[in-house]
């Protein structure tokens, strides 16, 4: 199950809508083993397409780094989809390859980015098989849990 903060996921969906009608993605960070998406991080979609999402070689490479500084993980990793439901594409599947990471899916189809609900879901992918999971959204309790990061 993914339990994630109001404030993370309005961040996701305002990405999702703002990168609409191309693919939004990025990664919310939290500490090592902890299971807590606590550091929002807006990646841009290299690949400035509606149909595939690729994070810039040099930017994934910072954040790591940074991440590894701070002794953390990607906790989420997140894309939109634009056309079509919120679920992994063959593509998608093939490109997951942290195994301890929630796979956060928004589908902006049925509104792009006016106003309106998205389909967001949450996954789980390990080798190639796909669970989906439920997602619980929580009230943010302590202000300071929550860091919003710029692109790197």
Request: hydrophobic share 35%; proline share 8%; with cysteine.
């Amino acid at each position: 199950m993914l339990t994630i903060a109001q404030e993370i996921f309005d961040a996701i969906v305002a990405h999702a809508k703002r990168d609409h009608p191309d693919e939004a993605c990025g990664v919310v960070a939290g500490p090592e083993g902890s299971d807590r998406p606590v550091r929002f991080i807006p990646m841009v979609n290299a690949a400035g397409s509606p149909t595939f999402y690729e994070f810039d070689s040099t930017e994934l490479l910072q954040l790591y780094k940074d991440m590894d500084a701070r002794d953390e993980e990607p906790v989420v990793v997140y894309h939109s989809h634009t056309a079509t439901e919120a679920y992994p594409s063959r593509t998608d599947i093939g490109l997951a390859s942290e195994p301890n990471a929630h796979y956060v899916l928004v589908s902006t189809r049925a509104h792009g980015n006016s106003g309106g609900p998205v389909e967001f879901r949450s996954y789980r992918i390990i080798d190639g098989v796909v669970t989906e999971e439920q997602v619980t959204i929580v009230p943010l309790t302590n202000p300071q849990q929550t860091e919003e990061a710029s692109t790197p």
